[in-house]
């Protein structure tokens, strides 16, 4: 069974940074991309970040120039660096993945909050 174990959310005050990170496990699975959504409160989950097998990676708009993706391909682990954190950055943040296990799926996080508040 394929899961998705993320950490790292919680509060932070503007201008500040946070780290998220999320796990893939699951036997004999096949990472094809990684990558984060957000939902905010009264909003849709938007994509923010993500990073396939390559390397190859696609920002949004606002998280370009202050978040940065990057994947650990032996740990099955995406990271989601944040920085100069804003008060609208607060969401909901979820993990997915594609992994082929062996066919090609879409998997979800239970979701970590950040919470960008003075």
């Known amino acids: 069974q394929v899961q998705l174990v993320e950490s790292g959310g919680g509060l932070v005050q503007p201008g500040g940074s946070l780290r998220l990170s999320c796990a893939a496990s699951?036997?004999?699975?096949?990472?094809?991309?990684m990558g984060w959504y957000r939902q905010a409160p009264g909003k849709q989950r938007e994509l923010v970040a993500h990073?396939?097998?390559?390397?190859?990676?696609t920002y949004v708009d606002f998280a370009k120039g202050r978040f940065t993706i990057s994947r650990d391909n032996a740990k099955n682990t995406v990271y989601l660096q944040m920085n100069s954190l804003k008060p609208e950055d607060t969401a909901v943040y979820h993990c997915y993945a594609r992994i082929g296990s062996p066919w090609p799926s879409d998997y979800w996080g239970q979701g970590t909050q950040v919470t960008v508040s003075s």
């Open positions: 699951g036997s004999s699975i096949t990472v094809y991309v």
């Open positions: 990073m396939v097998n390559g390397g190859s990676t």
